[in-house]
């Protein structure tokens, strides 16, 4: 006779388990069914990160160029003062040496002073402090270990001196190597950015940009707003001879420029000289808060942190070293934050 049994029931953990993975495999099913590719960002899209990312480098650009500004003139204090320091010394050894010679013909004569013979193999200093020591010099040994004193105390806050900006020098170079980076960081990010574009999107973005410096050139060039001053002509004449050269960061020319080694460079060639940086470049002549009381070749200062410069061009345009991968060239203002123009 057959045999009849029921068939096994699963366990209530095996039917759990199951469960969940079935529900789990309908989720990502479903969430992969939904998902769609990650958009590529669109050339303007591209365009206006790129941008962000050039402000910034130039930020940075600024900052850098502070620090080597501040850093070449401590190179030159530091070198002045070193030099300082020998002269000093020679002359400190001269003095030495005369005081030397005296108490050597003291000493043929069998006169030698006691306390002469305490400074040759001391510090005199302390001595020269005792009244009761004075007393037992003559005027001519007083007058020497008195230059002696001096000239070592002079020694000493030189020394000190040059210590001190030998420490500031350090850590100059240490900010100047980390805006270094900074810059460099950004402008990785940028093209990054640009090399996730096309050949032809690049070729428009770079179309559209000749088409707007060209309507500027036209504009500037177009108007008849007079210069501020022979200088300024002449500075503006200078920038206006290099349009076309590339924007390097740290660069004064002449082949190559950023935007405050630019205009620095053309006011240097009008006879002028003005701080490095735009911060600087802010402060370096009177001020002009109206666009419309701007004259060519005045300097045109940008953003609230004053990171960008140029020179006026008439007609509400800008002469100026943009950023990196761009060239000098002309530009509206409108294009940037302006914050005033400076006289110089």
């Not at 002359?91 to 030397?100: A, T, V």
């Not at 010099?137 to 270990?145: G, W």
């Amino acid at each position: 006779m057959a045999s009849h049994r029921r068939p096994k029931q699963p366990s209530r953990a095996r039917v759990t388990v199951l469960t969940t993975a079935a529900a789990a495999a309908v989720a990502l099913s479903a969430q992969a069914a939904n998902a769609a590719p990650s958009a590529k960002p669109s050339k303007d899209e591209v365009k206006s990160k790129v941008d962000e990312l050039y402000q910034q480098a130039e930020q940075a650009t600024e900052k850098y160029n502070g620090a080597k500004e501040k850093q070449d003139k401590l190179e030159k204090q530091i070198s002045t003062l070193q030099d300082k320091v020998a002269r000093g010394q020679d002359e400190l050894n001269q003095l030495r040496d005369g005081i030397g010679t005296m108490a050597s013909a003291q000493y043929r004569t069998g006169s030698i002073d006691p306390s002469v013979q305490l400074f040759l193999s001391s510090n005199p200093n302390d001595y020269l402090d005792k009244a009761s020591t004075l007393d037992q010099l003559s005027s001519q040994q007083v007058e020497a270990l008195k230059k002696i004193q001096e000239k070592q105390r002079e020694l000493a806050q030189e020394r000190q001196e040059a210590t001190d900006k030998l420490k500031d020098l350090a850590a100059t170079r240490a900010e100047l190597g980390k805006q270094k980076e900074d810059v460099q960081g950004k402008l990785a990010d940028a093209q990054k950015l640009l090399n996730s574009l096309t050949a032809q999107e690049r070729a428009a973005l770079q179309a559209d940009q000749a088409r707007a410096s060209r309507a500027s050139a036209r504009s500037a060039l177009g108007g008849d707003t007079g210069s501020a001053s022979g200088r300024a002509a002449a500075a503006f004449a200078a920038a206006q001879s290099v349009i076309g050269s590339p924007y390097v960061y740290g660069a004064t020319g002449p082949s190559a420029f950023d935007c405050s080694g630019l205009t620095s460079w053309a006011y240097a060639q009008a006879g002028v000289s003005i701080p490095r940086t735009s911060q600087e470049q802010a402060n370096a002549g009177t001020r002009i808060y109206s666009e419309s009381d701007l004259k060519v070749g005045d300097l045109v200062i940008f953003f609230g942190d004053y990171h960008h410069v140029g020179l006026y061009a008439g007609n509400g345009q800008v002469l100026h070293a943009p950023h990196t991968g761009a060239v000098v060239r002309y530009e509206a203002m409108s294009d940037m934050q302006f914050e005033f123009g400076v006289r110089i």
